[in-house]
Nanobody
C-alpha cells in the first residue's frame, strides 16, 4: 500500500483547506485510515480516523472544525479543515492499517505541510 497526500499549503487564520490521501496498491486490504499531525518540537498526534464501517474519531482540539471522509471508489481519504488557527500548523500525515489477512501492517504517507498565519 502506498499513500500519497496532497492539498497542504499556507493559509490565513480562519481559512479552510482540504487534504487528500490517495491509496495505491492493495487498497482493498485497508481497514482503518486516519490523519495525524506533527508540529515542530511536538510528538505526532492523531487528528481524525475512520474505520471500515465509516465510524469516525476526532481529537478534542479539532471537533467541529475538521471533518474526515472517504471516497471508496477513488480509494481516497479527505480531511476538510475549517476555521484554521495557528495551532493547526503542522505536517499532516495519512495512515492506513491493513487487515490481518493482508499482513496487518501500518502504512504512512510522506506528509504535507499546513501553515496557518494569524
Amino acid at each position: 500500500v502506498q499513500l500519497v497526500e496532497s492539498g497542504g499549503g499556507s493559509v490565513q487564520a480562519g481559512d479552510s483547506l482540504t487534504l487528500s490521501c490517495a491509496a495505491y496498491g492493495r487498497a482493498i486490504c485497508i481497514s482503518h485510515m486516519g490523519w495525524y499531525r506533527q508540529a515542530p518540537g511536538k510528538e505526532r498526534e492523531l487528528v481524525a480516523s475512520m474505520d471500515d464501517a465509516g465510524r469516525t474519531n476526532y481529537a478534542d482540539s479539532v471537533k467541529g472544525r475538521l471533518t474526515i471522509s472517504k471516497d471508496n471508489a477513488k480509494n481516497t481519504l479527505y480531511l476538510q479543515m475549517n476555521s484554521l488557527n495557528s495551532e493547526d500548523t503542522a505536517v499532516y500525515f495519512c495512515s492506513a492499517q491493513t487487515i490481518a489477512a493482508c499482513g496487518g501492517s501500518d502504512y504512512w504517507g510522506q506528509g504535507t505541510q499546513v501553515t496557518v498565519s494569524s
